[in-house]
């Protein structure tokens, strides 16, 4: 199978995020397709996994092939929800709908309540790895800010299954980990808040004086128009509309 292309890619307070939603035509194996909102439930928690690093097809990543393994039913059962390593970053499933991650079953406040976001690590603490776990703890944030939680929400996969050690990279210094959220949740806060705060003396609104010279149903036309106003040293465009 090609890479996966997602259907969507857009930016999270710098983090770039690839999308391609699993929907019950999709055919992965395990797919509940039971929305939170269905059944009661909304997004009350985020869990963090760890999986390690695999050898990388060129062209491509860790967080790629995850996700397009998932999709071909080479994950087994499992479906998280979002793929991030220190490259790539893929979200395979709505927010809302119920992953299969935490080994707490089908009723479970892990696979029903929480969305998971699975991290590509090796532990080794070299560069590689630091920034995975970096960009992971931004995506943790970015969805507490999402569903108006604090990090007392943010949850070990061993939370819920206290038999697997996971994330396993992770936990021997969860409570940093935990204080990186923090810091990038107040920072994500602070970005919000300023974007919402009306426009001090600092910032006036910029005035302008559009002329309006008229429409032309012929191209060739506007275009003459046009060059006769840049040639007189005036900026114009051609705008297309369909009326
Ligand atoms: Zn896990």
Not at 102 to 128: C, F, L, Q, Y
Request: hydrophobic letters at 35%.
């Amino acid at each position: 199978m090609a890479f996966l292309t997602p259907d969507k890619t857009y930016d999270l307070h710098g983090l770039t995020v690839k999308e391609k939603l699993i929907t019950a035509g999709s055919g992965v194996r395990y797919y509940s397709n039971r929305r939170l909102d269905t059944i009661g439930h909304k997004p009350e928690y985020i869990t963090i996994h760890n999986t390690p690093d695999i050898n990388e097809a060129a062209g491509t990543n860790d967080a790629e092939q995850y996700a397009r393994a998932t999709f071909n039913n080479n994950m087994g059962d499992v479906v998280v929800h979002y793929y991030i390593d220190e490259t790539d970053c893929w979200h395979i499933l709505a927010d809302d709908t119920v992953g299969w991650h935490a080994a707490d079953g089908v009723n479970g406040p892990g696979n029903t309540k929480s969305v998971a976001v699975e991290i590509i690590m090796d532990g080794s603490g070299r560069s590689h790895d630091v920034k995975a776990e970096e960009r992971g703890a931004l995506l943790a944030a970015i969805l507490l800010r999402r569903y108006g939680l604090g990090v007392d929400r943010l949850k070990t996969h061993r939370d819920w299954y206290p038999k697997k050690y996971c994330p396993a990279y992770i936990l021997p210094h969860w409570d940093a980990f935990v204080g990186k959220v923090k810091s990038y949740l107040a920072d994500i806060e602070k970005q919000d808040a300023a974007a919402k705060a009306p426009r001090t003396d600092g910032a006036k609104k910029k005035t302008f004086y559009r002329v309006q010279v008229g429409y032309f149903g012929v191209y060739e036309n506007a275009a003459a128009m046009k060059k006769l106003l840049n040639d007189a040293g005036f900026d114009a465009i051609i705008k297309e509309e369909t009326v």
